[in-house]
């Protein structure tokens, strides 16, 4: 719990204390039925998290990696292919195209929206890529075919879709939303002239249920979807072993199923992620507004194309470690999604990315701020947690508001 002395990065304790009662039904349910693994709670849950997203089928399985790992496996993605996604994300993106026998390739963010660069990845499929004699597309960098992009839907904001499917198409790749971070994010599709949910826009997508997700459960969970019956039913069979029917195993599959009780915990507080989302985009326009005259932080951006879900609320300021050390001396929480871009970490020091070579995610990482950011934030802490800010800054050399980075 908070107390507006000591604010919290994120408030986990509150929205458990204010569902304590149905939560704990769930644990009586499930204990009084002994149905443990998979069953009616799971398959309620997989319903309901379906309509949610706006799509055909939910699966759910036992973490955001093993779903994406088993979308795009289910997809066709396989040994010897490459993958291109972006180097700010959390490493489960990479290693789930790992894990299903891919391999990573990257290519820069946009510098407002810290997603996918559109650009970037037309350069990238355009110059970086050719095709051979049999009209597969290769990568220069290691001679593979290119079949798949995972844009990372990050901190709750989903990557400008519409240009990243027309690229997909034209390159004849497979698209899978890495949306672990977005459940109910949404995306005006110019091309539907509608607005589209996070997970429904790909061939598949996975999410990631870890508890301090805007959905979270209490444990590990995650979720797959897709608007393909096949590539549902394939990543069914992924998750539990190769088998359709039991003891009869069609494929070698793995150990990737949801608990019983994880599936009844996460049905209850999806009644909630609505109005938790529409917190987080209120709190999110109140910190936009009481930061905008400050000189010294560069806020988020929100397209008008989006309706973000702020899982997380991601300034850029230039002496970051003062900054947070400050508000740390202060009892403010903050974080950093992610100090080190993938391109630079030791585990793919193998693939010799340079920094220079993706500068805009480079640059970025070594600016960012997570503030406190939750729906049960009070507008109290806010104001107290800009204060803060006001005071450090005030004495700070003044930078300028836009910190512009020249792509490579
Ligand atoms: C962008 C992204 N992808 C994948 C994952 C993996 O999800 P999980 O931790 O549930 O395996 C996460 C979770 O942190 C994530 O943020």
């Not at 769930?26 to 379906?50: D, Q, W, Y």
């Not at 990238?124 to 995972?150: D, M, T, Y």
């Not at 932080?297 to 230039?318: D, F, G, N």
């Not at 993706?358 to 960012?368: D, G, K, Y």
Request: glycine letters at 6%.
């Amino acid at each position: 719990m908070s107390d507006a002395k000591n604010i919290p990065f994120l408030d986990l304790i509150t929205p458990h204390a204010e569902l304590e009662q149905e939560l704990t039904e769930v644990f009586r349910r499930a204990l009084s039925t002994a149905g443990f693994i998979g069953g009616p709670m799971v398959e309620k849950f997989e319903t309901s998290f379906a309509e949610f997203c706006a799509v055909g089928h939910a699966v759910a399985v036992s973490s955001g990696t093993d779903a994406l790992r088993f979308a795009l496996m289910a997809c066709g993605v396989g040994p010897g292919d490459v993958v291109v996604t972006v180097p700010n994300t959390f490493i489960a993106t990479t290693e789930a195209i790992s894990q299903a026998g891919a391999l990573p390739e990257f290519v820069d963010v946009d510098q407002r929206t810290y997603n996918i660069s559109v650009q970037m990845l037309e350069r990238f499929l355009e110059k970086q890529c050719v095709r051979n004699s049999s009209g597969k597309l290769i990568s220069l960098r290691n001679g593979r075919p290119v079949v798949a992009v995972v844009p990372v839907h990050l901190y709750g904001q989903m990557a400008d879709m519409d240009p990243i499917l027309e690229l997909a198409d034209r390159f004849g790749l497979i698209v899978v939303e890495d949306a672990c971070q977005a459940h109910g994010a949404q995306y005006f599709s110019r091309k539907n002239d509608r607005w589209c949910t996070a997970g429904s826009m790909g061939r598949a997508a996975a999410f990631s249920f870890y508890p301090g997700k805007n959905l979270g459960a209490c444990g590990e969970a995650g979720a797959a979807t897709t608007n393909d019956p096949a590539i549902a039913a394939k990543i069914r069979m992924l998750r539990d072993h190769g088998q359709a029917h039991k003891y009869y195993h069609d494929i070698e599959g793995y150990n990737g199923r949801l608990d019983s009780i994880q599936a009844g915990l996460l049905q209850v507080k999806l009644a909630h992620l609505p109005g938790w989302n529409q917190l987080r985009r209120d709190r999110a326009v109140d910190y936009n507004r009481l930061l905008a005259e400050n000189e010294a932080v560069v806020c988020p951006h929100e397209p008008s194309w989006s309706k973000a879900v702020y899982h997380l609320y991601v300034i850029r300021t230039q002496d970051r470690d003062g900054f947070m050390k400050q508000l740390k001396e202060a009892g403010i929480a903050t974080g950093i999604h992610y100090p080190v871009p993938l391109h630079m970490q030791k585990a793919y020091a193998s693939m010799h990315y340079s920094e220079a070579d993706l500068p805009v995610a480079t640059r970025v990482a070594a600016e960012i701020v997570s503030l406190p950011m939750f729906p049960q934030i009070t507008s109290l802490q806010q104001a107290r947690v800009v204060e803060q800010i006001r005071a450090i800054t005030s004495t700070a050399p003044q930078s300028p508001k836009a910190f512009a980075v020249q792509p490579a």
